[in-house]
């Protein structure tokens, strides 16, 4: 199973920006997707983007559409999560993921890394 560690999380006033980074432990499948989830205080956990292996296809919720942007460099086994124009309501904890390919589900995730936007 691959090990996921997040970093870049932080507080950051609203119409402003930050760079989550997903390091994995070892070198992945061509098939691997990654993604980025989030949890907000007293809601479920919320897809928010996904990437596959070459990055030709990615996924984003309506929410964060224009404004977030995930990409990955495969060499340092690492994806990342641009976020611009950050909104109070982008306040959460963020988690990588990992999901084998032809897995239903993510099966691996970080610790996640907090995410404050202040308004």
């Known amino acids: 199973q691959v090990h996921l560690v997040e970093s870049g999380g932080g507080l950051v006033q609203a119409g402003g920006s930050l760079r989550l980074s997903c390091a994995a432990s070892r070198r992945t499948a061509s098939s691997y997707v990654m993604g980025w989830f989030r949890q907000a205080p007293g809601k479920e956990r919320e897809f928010v983007t996904s990437?596959?292996?070459?990055?030709?296809?990615?996924y984003y919720a309506d929410s964060v559409k224009g404004r977030f942007t995930i990409s990955r460099n495969n060499a340092k086994n690492t994806v990342y999560l641009q976020m611009n124009s950050l909104k109070p309501e982008d306040t959460a904890v963020y988690y990588c993921a990992g999901r084998e390919g032809g897995a239903s589900a993510f099966g691996s995730w970080g610790q996640g890394t907090q995410v404050t936007v202040s308004s």
């Open positions: 990437i596959n292996w070459s990055g030709t296809s990615t």
